[in-house]
């Protein structure tokens, strides 16, 4: 059973930092892919960060120089790291993974990050 489970969400002032964490089922923590993709209230779901199993990361031009995603073998976890974080980053943020190219998006259930002073 593929399962991801997102946690580290929270409140935050502008300018501070979170790490979210992702806990994979090991099968799809050794696929393809896995990353993080968010959405806010009233819009859609999009891409944050991505990180391949040969290590290739792609970030949204919105998060780049501020967040980074990164994974531990050991622990079979994804974490996305965000700094400098901005009122306009506020959203859920989702837990992804692909096991192969071009297959089926798994998602975990969301945690919550709010920018706010």
């Known amino acids: 059973q593929i399962q991801l489970v997102e946690s580290g969400g929270g409140l935050v002032q502008p300018g501070g930092s979170l790490r979210l964490s992702c806990a994979a089922s090991r099968s799809i923590f050794n696929g393809y892919r896995m990353g993080w993709y968010r959405q806010a209230a009233g819009e859609q779901r999009e891409l944050v960060a991505t990180?391949?199993?040969?290590?290739?990361?792609n970030y949204a031009d919105s998060v780049k120089g501020r967040f980074t995603i990164s994974r531990d073998d050991a622990k079979n976890t994804v974490y996305l790291q965000m700094n400098s974080l901005k009122p306009e980053d506020t959203a859920v943020y989702y837990c992804?993974?692909?096991?192969?190219?071009?297959?089926?998006?798994?998602w975990g259930q969301g945690t919550q990050v709010t920018v706010s002073s």
């Open positions: 990180l391949t199993r040969g290590g290739t990361t």
């Open positions: 992804n993974g692909v096991l192969f190219a071009g297959g089926h998006d798994y």
